[in-house]
């Protein structure tokens, strides 16, 4: 079992820059199949992929944030990073991390950003 704590949401205006923190409860940087996640859910909307890193350092990202924000991991600290730069009012949402390892899948508490215009 892994336990998976958000930190870093807020409220900022348009323009500017948060960064999402992501801790695993223990070491899982050692697994070799395994991938991290963000997502975000804004109100009356489904949730949705904003980007990925994998086990190999792979990063992907959603269209809608491509240029602005940059997924990273910290091995020894098991900490996953989101940073979000160039904020704009649609990106408001719960943000989550998730972790995928093999057929098991982890998901932190949600942290809300707010984008005020």
């Known amino acids: 079992q892994v336990q998976l704590v958000e930190s870093g949401g807020g409220l900022v205006q348009a323009g500017g820059s948060l960064r999402l923190s992501c801790a695993a409860s223990?070491?899982?940087?050692?697994?070799?199949?395994?991938?991290w996640g963000w997502y975000r859910q804004a109100p009356g909307k489904q949730r949705e992929l904003v980007a990925t890193?994998?086990?190999?350092?792979?990063?992907n990202y959603a269209d809608s944030v491509k240029g602005r924000f940059t997924v990273s991991r910290d091995n020894p600290k098991n900490t996953v990073y989101l940073q979000m730069n160039s904020l704009k009012p649609e990106d408001t949402a719960v943000y989550y991390c998730?972790?995928?390892?093999?057929?098991?899948?982890?998901w932190g508490q949600g942290t809300q950003v707010t984008v005020s215009s």
């Open positions: 998730n972790l995928a390892i093999m057929a098991y899948t982890y």
């Open positions: 890193i994998s086990s190999g350092g792979s990063t």
């Open positions: 223990r070491n899982i940087f050692a697994i070799a199949t395994m991938a």
